[in-house]
């Protein structure tokens, strides 16, 4: 829609207001004398040139009280008045001595030379009906212009008070008001996208309202299977049920193991309420990758000696080091080889390659696991997510590993992503800028 300046439009309706009644008063002019000339019309000035010829042709009669009789009636007629003046500005005749007439037209009668008088003749030039309309064209004008202001400038602006009042108590369903003013326009523009960003953020809000109450009670559910379990076997040993060494020891390595279990989940959830609800702060140090990547093969050689797994770390170049969090990097990479350990079957292989690719370091993740199927592949990174079969609660995961393995990566400015290999088995990979 096409705009007009606020400046544009006032100066455009100052010039209606003056162009108007002009245009009324010429009109009514024409109609009443039928032209166009505004001053006096053709039989005024036959009068007026009758007029002066008599007075210059009966000179010797100005004193005559007939002949002043009969040009008083004449010029009565006439709608006009004459006043003569000797040289030295004597009166010598007058028609009206009170006149107050709007025109006049002033002459000097000379003889031989000499000037005898001074004349001057007076008519009532009336311009009642064009002034009438001068009037009207000016009211007018001036209702022609409220109008337009009113739906062009007063209406929107007392709409958008109004819409902003609604928005202000909550109610961002509100109709803008459209306005030709460039100004205005603006304004609503700016509401527009205002509106648009409060729906958002309250879409947002709620999104991740329902996040949180999805991820308390999924965490509650996790800590009460473990917790449950813990009771139960300490219960037992209290109770004296594990009656021999080994039903002792087998006891104490379930609790063990339903110890670290619970450990791990308060773990993983203070790491993504950091991520997800928290600003987190990024301790930026010097981190050498592929000494990272060793460390966290090292923590879970143990896990992976138990089920017969190797892992094989292929690093390419010497130069992939970057500035991040060691922790917080070490933790995202821990639950991703922890995720391919968990997943690969006994005497399974991981490959874990990292290598630099223009100016950023690129990872990759391969294990000879099951893979990932078409929905795990949509929903692996979701909050608490785990498939319906092998990626479950059995595993010991919590379904928030590799959500705050992306999350982590992403505050360094990279990405992670999942796939599936050619050769079968999953594959992760991901990337880091390098150090600047």
């Not at 109004?162 to 369903?173: K, P, T």
């Not at 959500?403 to 505050?411: G, N």
Request: hydrophobic share 40%; with cysteine.
């Amino acid at each position: 829609m096409r705009t007009t300046r606020i400046q544009t439009f006032t100066i455009i309706c100052l010039f209606f207001i003056l162009l108007l009644p002009w245009l009324f008063f010429v009109t009514s002019n024409f109609i009443e004398t039928k032209s166009f000339r505004i001053g006096m019309n053709d039989i005024q000035k036959e009068h007026l040139e009758t007029t002066i010829h008599s007075i210059e042709s009966n000179s010797h009669n100005w004193m005559n009280p007939t002949w002043q009789e009969r040009l008083t009636r004449q010029l009565q007629e006439l709608n006009m008045d004459v006043s003569i003046h000797s040289e030295s500005n004597q009166l010598i005749f007058t028609t009206n001595p009170d006149q107050s007439f709007l025109h006049s037209e002033r002459f000097s009668i000379i003889d031989n030379g000499e000037i005898k008088a001074r004349v001057e003749i007076s008519y009532a030039n009336s311009r009642s009906i064009q002034m009438v309309a001068t009037i009207v064209g000016l009211i007018m004008a001036i209702i022609i212009i409220a109008l337009v202001m009113r739906k062009y400038i007063l209406k929107p602006l007392e709409q958008m008070s109004a819409n902003v009042r609604q928005i202000a108590e909550g109610n961002l369903d509100v109709e803008l008001p459209i306005s030709r003013i460039t100004e205005i326009a603006e304004v609503h523009e700016g509401f527009k996208v205002m509106v648009k960003g409060l729906k958002e953020s309250i879409q947002k809000q709620v999104e991740l309202e329902e996040q949180r109450r999805f991820v308390i009670a999924a965490v509650a559910h996790d800590l009460r299977t473990p917790l449950f379990a813990l009771r139960g076997y300490l219960d037992g040993l209290e109770q004296g049920i594990a009656d021999s060494p080994d039903k002792m020891a087998k006891y104490l390595a379930v609790c063990k193991e339903k110890s670290a279990q619970l450990d791990r989940l308060v773990e993983d959830l203070f790491t993504y309420t950091k991520t997800e609800y928290l600003e987190l702060e990024l301790k930026k140090a010097i981190v050498d990758f592929p000494n990272l990547l060793q460390h966290s093969i090292e923590s879970l050689s143990m896990l992976a000696r138990q089920k017969n797994i190797s892992i094989t770390l292929n690093h390419l170049g010497d130069d992939c080091v970057i500035i991040g969090d060691w922790y917080l990097l070490n933790r995202a990479m821990n639950n991703i080889i922890d995720n391919a350990v968990r997943h690969t079957p006994q005497k399974g292989k991981i490959l874990i390659q990292c290598y630099k690719d223009g100016n950023k370091i690129v990872f990759a993740v391969q294990d000879t696991g099951e893979g990932f199927t078409s929905e795990e592949l949509q929903r692996v990174f979701e909050p608490l997510y785990r498939g319906e079969v092998s990626r479950n609660r059995l595993t010991g995961g919590s379904g928030l590993g590799l959500t705050i393995s992306q999350r982590i990566i992403r505050l360094h400015g990279g990405d992670l992503a999942v796939g599936n290999h050619t050769e079968g088995g999953a594959i992760l990979t991901g990337w880091i800028p390098l150090k600047k």
